[in-house]
């Protein structure tokens, strides 16, 4: 071996970690390029809709409920719109920067369960595998839904329920639930933790609740200013709802059905 070969195989070795790290980061670009051109029904029928509905009569829409999803997603919808580029396009792309947050923030949380630094084979084996995950694949760069979104939040949440900084804990719990309500799922473990480690307050739930809240009642929509409990929000916003899936009932199993 030359000693310009062995210059280049000490590089490869001493950067390896950040070398796998930009491999994976391109190839799931590359990935998600491929379905950059694919109008799945929901996108066809709802999500397009929607943000045209937001470019046509701009930010100030949202004071009526625009489709089905929270305030908050409709909010960064609504900015997007300002965005001159194709619609399909920067709804896939705000999922898909998120898809790359969550990778890292689970092959963070991952590192912190093992103590490893960031650097090791463990954050890069998880990075990688969540962010090649087809069913994350899909639901951003295929089907332009969000769940990636909510998901890095949950993941936040849960990590620093893990370092036991309970406060911004939930207040990431909060943020997570305002953008959607599946959030609800995890929220059973907080919980359970709760009863069991008997570390933190229960008005900790607080926190994630204030949130949730603020987010429907300080943004710009006022649709649910007329309801005075939490409980009455959710049943304001599921009327709005209801009306964009008709049939929703029949199949829906999220909390509300519980």
Same mark, same amino acid.
């Given at each position: ?80 719109? &300002?965005?001159?580029? !194709?619609?399909?396009?920067?709804? $896939?792309? /705000?999922?898909?920067? =998120?898809?790359? *947050? ?91 933790? &709760?009863?069991?480690? !008997?570390?933190?307050?229960?008005? $900790?739930? /607080?926190?994630?609740? =204030?949130?949730? *809240? ?45």
């Amino acid at each position: 071996m030359t000693k310009a070969e062995e210059k280049i195989m000490n590089i490869i070795t001493k950067y390896r970690g950040i070398m796998f790290f930009l491999i994976i980061s391109v190839l799931g670009a590359w990935i998600r390029f491929q379905g950059r051109t694919l109008i799945s029904g929901d996108m066809s029928f709802y999500l397009l809709p929607w943000y045209d509905q937001m470019t046509e009569q701009g930010f100030f829409t949202l004071k009526n409920q625009v489709g089905e999803y929270n305030i908050l997603y409709q909010e960064l919808m609504a900015l997007m719109t &300002y965005i001159p580029w !194709k619609p399909m396009y920067m709804i $896939k792309v /705000l999922s898909m920067v =998120f898809d790359y *947050l969550l990778a890292f923030a689970v092959a963070d949380f991952a590192c912190k369960i093992k103590r490893e630094k960031q650097d090791s084979a463990i954050f890069q084996a998880v990075y990688a595998i969540v962010l090649l995950l087809p069913p994350v694949v899909l639901n951003s760069a295929y089907w332009g839904q969000c769940d990636s979104i909510f998901s890095f939040f949950a993941v936040l949440s849960l990590i620093d329920l893990y370092e036991e900084k309970y406060n911004r804990s939930f207040i990431y719990l909060g943020i997570a639930f305002a953008f959607k309500l599946q959030t609800i799922f995890i929220f059973p473990f907080y919980v359970c933790l &709760y009863f069991y480690k !008997k570390k933190f307050s229960i008005t $900790k739930f /607080l926190l994630a609740i =204030f949130v949730l *809240l603020d987010d429907r009642f300080t943004g710009i929509s006022d649709r649910t200013k007329s309801f005075g409990c939490f409980w009455n929000i959710f049943v304001a916003d599921r009327s709005a709802q209801s009306d964009v899936f008709p049939y929703s009932e029949c199949v829906d199993v999220r909390w509300w059905r519980l």
